[in-house]
């Protein structure tokens, strides 16, 4: 959805809708995304590789995939959710279905998850959710610090530059 004249009432009944029909919204306000390779809307070109990405920041997603192109590395899908996917009403349902999606996908060997300020709740559901996958994650929740640098498969980054670092040497280990 690339308008962002969706109410979160609406935002909520179509992503619910979309999850019990195993589908990925993206959106409201949602212009960067990659599909197998493919940019769509506002999206960089880059490479195709192990890397899949989630993200409630398109410029987030934008700023990530091409650092990460930067280090070698290629993307497989940057799946943008909209920016108020991970605030208390919307409970981070796309970033819940990207998440499980990426996990899925045999040629997405690292995901890297990069989101606005999240409700704190919602964090902690995501963090949960992270640490169920059988693949390594790199979590970036901007505006917010990292407590510790890695938890079970998960590592935590504070900045856009050190997630691209992180899923970077992730994605070259995996390929080993």
């Given amino acids: 959805l690339f308008s962002d004249n969706v109410s979160l009432e609406q935002e909520l009944a179509l992503k ?3 999850r019990d029909q195993r589908l990925l919204v993206m959106g409201p306000d949602c212009g960067t995304t990659i599909v197998s390779g493919a940019p769509l809307a506002f999206s960089n070109v ?4 192990p890397v899949g990405v989630v ?20 993307v497989t899908h940057a799946m943008g959710l909209g920016g108020r996917d991970l605030n208390q009403q919307i409970g981070g349902l796309s970033a819940l279905t990207a998440l ?11 995901i890297a ?14 963090i949960s959710a992270m640490k169920k996958l059988s693949k390594p994650v790199v979590a970036l929740f901007l505006g917010s610090k990292p407590s510790r640098a890695q938890e079970g498969n998960i590592w935590f980054a504070s900045s856009l530059a050190e997630t691209a670092r992180l899923a970077a040497m992730l994605a070259s280990v995996e390929q080993i």
């Fill in 113 to 126: 998850f990069v989101s606005k300020p999240p409700a704190e709740s919602v964090r902690q559901t995501i």
């Fill in 55 to 74: 993200g409630a920041s398109g410029t987030g997603i934008q700023e990530l995939t091409s650092q990460v192109a930067l280090l070698g590395q290629g």
């Fill in 16 to 18: 619910q809708y979309g």
């Fill in 100 to 110: 499980e999606m990426l996990a899925a996908d045999e040629q997405s060997k690292v």
């Fill in 46 to 49: 880059v490479a195709k590789g």
